[in-house]
Every structure is written in structure tokens, then in C-alpha cells.
């Protein structure tokens, strides 16, 4: 059984991650999504919130092949613990292949793990995480770059960040 790790902060999962997730699961039997720690950031949503968002979206999506959990350890650790021999990585046009390259040579280094790295849609590569939330944050419409269900929840969140600034 081959098995592949899409690993990220996921903070908000957007329409871009979902794309490389489920084109991830066409190559591979069992692709394990893992909501990862970034001690460089301050998440906005809490692991285990972020975890249910993308499960949800998965099923909605009608994947099957995918299994979604945290880690806060390193990411070859985790593929390891779970026989994982690839992590699927996304790529868009603004430099994430000078930011994923040395990663992904580390991760080769440690513990022999390959990286594949597939080229986001370009109808979505414009999407991040961080956008998303600073569209949000001035007001904007974020419908179409997240799942549905997470436009409520980011506006709740940033009501509940506005009043703990004021």
C-alpha cells in the first residue's frame, strides 16, 4: 500500500490545499493530511478545529482515501509512524520552490522521505492561507477561496480578534 503525507498549518485549509489533496489521492492508496505545528505562527483556528474543517471538506469532496490528524513533531517522524514514503507538497508561482526545496532536501537527508511536489491549479494558485485571512479582515468576500463552511467561522473568529483588540 503506498501511502503519501500532505503536510500544513492549514490556517485556514483553502481551495487550493483541497485541490492538491485530492489530486494527491489519485496517486497513492492512503494520503494522510496532517495539520502540522508551526512554531513560526500564531494560528488563527485551533489544531483539532482545523483538523474537523478539513475532514469535513474531504468528505464533502467525496474523497475516501484520506485520513486527517495533527502532529506537532517533525513531519518525517510522522511519516515514518505511519509507513508514509512521499510528502505532497503544492506549488504555486511565487516562490514556494525556493522555500519547499530545502525542506524537502532536509526531509531526504533525516529519514530518506521523497517530496513530490505538484503544481497548484493555476485558476487557484493566487490562494494562501494568509490572503484569505487578510481579505477577511478588511471586510473582503472569501466564498470560493475556502469550503463553505469555513467563511462563518472565519468571520466569527475575527469578530472575537477585533473585540479582544479594542
Known amino acids: 500500500m503506498t501511502k503519501a503525507v500532505c503536510p500544513g498549518s ?18 497513492f492508496d492512503e494520503v494522510h493530511v496532517v495539520v502540522a505545528a508551526n512554531a513560526a505562527k500564531t494560528p488563527m483556528f485551533s489544531a483539532q478545529t ?3 474543517i478539513i475532514r469535513r471538506a474531504l468528505v464533502e469532496r467525496g474523497c475516501e482515501n484520506v485520513v486527517v490528524s495533527f502532529t506537532d513533531g517533525l513531519i518525517t517522524d510522522y511519516c515514518k509512524q505511519v509507513g508514509a514514503t ?12 525556493e522555500a519547499e526545496l530545502g525542506m524537502a532536501l532536509v526531509n531526504r537527508q533525516i529519514a530518506g522521505i521523497e517530496t513530490l511536489f505538484l503544481p497548484a491549479n493555476p485558476v487557484l494558485e493566487h490562494i494562501s492561507s494568509s490572503i484569505v ?7 473582503g468576500d472569501v466564498t470560493g477561496m475556502v469550503p463553505d463552511c469555513v467563511v462563518p467561522m472565519l468571520n466569527e473568529a475575527l469578530h472575537k480578534e477585533r473585540i479582544s483588540h479594542e
Open 86 to 97: 512521499v510528502i505532497v507538497k503544492g506549488l504555486r508561482q511565487n516562490g514556494d520552490y
Open 10 to 27: 492549514f490556517d485556514p485549509v483553502t481551495a487550493g490545499h483541497l485541490d492538491v489533496i485530492e489530486r494527491s489521492t489519485r496517486f
Open 133 to 139: 485571512k487578510d481579505v477577511a479582515r478588511h471586510g
Open 50 to 52: 482545523r483538523v474537523d
